[in-house]
Structures are given as structure tokens and as C-alpha cells.
């Protein structure tokens, strides 16, 4: 178990409305990422963190914006959701450096109407 | 654009045989490689990975990585019907650690 919670488990909110997602991680573990998971896509990245206030784009990144205040937590923003982020989104952690296999959390599924 | 292909599958397996699962991938650089099993509806589950041409074994599971041939593969051997799920592959090309994912191969033991 690499400790990682996501919250919320489940959400469904409308077209405009902000929404903020919570990975929380409990090993001290530097590097966070935020993935999305779409039929046909797999999983494609959208921000990476490799430390507190350190943080970069992914593959994915347009519509939205992370933060990391604290080294457990890793926090993504849609800042005004739209139908197309509709998808479930899982956190990962890397227990290593950035090349090591990365653990991941038990998923957001977010529904935008 | 960087590149994972992996067959959809289904993947048909009779249960104690033999499912070989391929995934290739375009960046030269890559540099570490994993597979993920993911039930339905659940998270991925790290089950191998390899750094380093040649054969890696663990357990029921091997994973083979051939660099010149920009290949990687997955042996699982004594299939069982708990092994029926899809499979990620995943490659990094970076020490940041960004990774990869193909589509996935949808494999299912029957018994």
C-alpha cells in the first residue's frame, strides 16, 4: 500500500463550475502525478510534481492547473469544467526517483454535465 | 509525437496456458518500462518492470524488453482466471519520470 487517498471518490457537477481534486500521499514521497483515463486513450498525463511548489505540464495539460503546498498533498484544478473532462482521474506516486515505478491511487470518477 | 501501441485484445486464454502480451513504442530514448494490471473499474496495479535488455522473471510473470527492436512484452504462464483484466504497458523516456501508457490489452482466461 503506498498510501495514497484521492478525494472525492466520486463527483458530478455542471458545465462552468470549478472543481478541485485532492491527492493526498502519507510516505513523503517527492514525485506526484495527475493522470486521466478515457475508453481508447489509456491513461494520459496532465501535471506532474517533483517537489513542493515544483511542478510541470503533461501530455494533457489545457483546462488544468495544480498545486503542491505541502509534500503530501497534490491538488488539481479544472478552473471552469467543461464536458470533455468528464473521466476518471487517478493520482500516482513514484517511490523512488523519477524513473521508478509509480503506485497509484484508487481514482476519481467525475462526471461534468 | 511519442508513441505505445499495444493490441486491444480480447485476448482469449485457456486457463493454465500461456498469454503473451506485446507492446511496442517509438522513442528511442525510452529508458524504463512497466506493466500494469487494471481490473474494471479499479486502479492500476504495478505488476513488472524492466530497465535493461533481456528477460526479467517474477514469479508467473516475465517481461521482456528488446531496445533495438523498440519492443517490450509480458509472459504470464499458468494463467489463471484471477489474471483476466486489462494490461497497461508504460515506458519513460526521462528522469522526470512522466510516463507513457498504450490502450491496453484486454486479456480473459477461461476456464
Known amino acids: 500500500d503506498a498510501g495514497i487517498t484521492q478525494s472525492p471518490r466520486h463527483k458530478v457537477t455542471e458545465t462552468g463550475t470549478p472543481v478541485t481534486l485532492r491527492c493526498h500521499q502519507t510516505?513523503?514521497?517527492?514525485?506526484m502525478y495527475w493522470y486521466r483515463q478515457d475508453p481508447g486513450h489509456g491513461l494520459r498525463l496532465i501535471h506532474y510534481?517533483?517537489?513542493?511548489?515544483?511542478?510541470d505540464k503533461g501530455e494533457v495539460s489545457d483546462g488544468y492547473s495544480v498545486s503542491r503546498s505541502k509534500t503530501e498533498d497534490f491538488l488539481l484544478t479544472l478552473e471552469s469544467a467543461t464536458s470533455s473532462q468528464t473521466s476518471v482521474y487517478f493520482c500516482?506516486?513514484?517511490?523512488?526517483?523519477?524513473?521508478?515505478?509509480?503506485?497509484f491511487g484508487d481514482g476519481t470518477r467525475l462526471s461534468i454535465l | 509525437q511519442k508513441e505505445v501501441e499495444q493490441n486491444s485484445g480480447p485476448l482469449s486464454v485457456p486457463e493454465g496456458a500461456i498469454a503473451s502480451l506485446n507492446c511496442t513504442y517509438s522513442d528511442r530514448g525510452s529508458q524504463s518500462f512497466f506493466w500494469y494490471r487494471q481490473y474494471s473499474g479499479k486502479s492500476p496495479e504495478l505488476i513488472m518492470f524492466i530497465y535493461s535488455n533481456g528477460d526479467k522473471e517474477d514469479g508467473r510473470f516475465t517481461a521482456q524488453l528488446n531496445k533495438a527492436s523498440q519492443y517490450v512484452s509480458l509472459l504470464i504462464r499458468d494463467s489463471q482466471p484471477s489474471d483476466s483484466a486489462t494490461y497497461l504497458c508504460a515506458v519513460s523516456s526521462d528522469s522526470w519520470g512522466k510516463l507513457q501508457f498504450g490502450a491496453g490489452t484486454q486479456v480473459v482466461v477461461t476456464p
Open positions: 510516505e513523503n514521497h517527492r514525485y
Open positions: 500516482a506516486i513514484s517511490v523512488g526517483t523519477g524513473g521508478q515505478p509509480q503506485h
Open positions: 510534481s517533483y517537489g513542493v511548489k515544483d511542478t
